[in-house]
């Protein structure tokens, strides 16, 4: 299987590697005073993706930090979430305490809670949505408060400290975060 859907996805990454809209430029706030962030990412995909992703989105203004694949790590499996790939971000990142981790899927949440730091997740670009932005657009609002019902469901069952609709919401959860961290409160 793997076989065949690694050349599948490489043949596709240029037509569909589009930077969510709001990312880069909520990634550059972050990375700006009061918040001076480092950013992480952190894939289950392997290096060949990876990299042809990290250069499409480069060119839309998302540069990452630091990127792990899960393929670096050994310890890591698409099937059982590992704190082991935030780990080694933090460190290619030279980050100690790690504080948080943002992610659209129930894995990500997974390798947050593992690695013991507040967890965000992502409802409206996730896959429990389902959508692309102009399918997003022309979605009926019933049917889009049905999706992101389903997406919040996902996220907050799998425990993560916080869901937003979108990147846009994360620098308020980030002040609260931070909070909570200068009040003493752990995840």
């Not at 060949?48 to 839309?60: F, H």
């Amino acid at each position: 299987m793997h076989d065949n859907f690694i050349p599948q996805v490489l043949s596709s990454l240029t037509k569909y590697s589009n930077v969510i809209e709001g990312v880069a430029d909520v990634v550059k706030r972050l990375k700006r005073a009061p918040f001076s962030l480092k950013i992480g990412s952190t894939t289950g995909y392997p290096k060949e993706v990876l990299k042809i992703l990290l250069q499409a989105s480069s060119t839309q203004g998302f540069i990452p930090d630091a990127s792990v694949c899960l393929e670096e790590v050994p310890e890591a499996n698409p099937s059982h979430p590992s704190p082991a790939p935030l780990w080694l971000c933090a460190i290619r990142l030279g980050l100690s305490p790690i504080e948080f981790k943002v992610d659209d899927s129930v894995n990500g949440i997974a390798e947050g809670l593992l690695a013991g730091v507040w967890t965000v997740g992502i409802a409206k670009t996730s896959s429990y949505v389902g959508l692309n932005e102009q399918q997003l657009d022309e979605l009926k609002s019933s049917e889009l408060r049905m999706r992101l019902q389903r997406a919040y469901d996902a996220l907050s069952g799998s425990g993560a400290h916080y869901v937003i609709d979108t990147i846009a919401d994360l620098p308020v959860v980030i002040e609260d975060i931070n909070r909570r961290l200068a009040n003493g409160e752990k995840p």
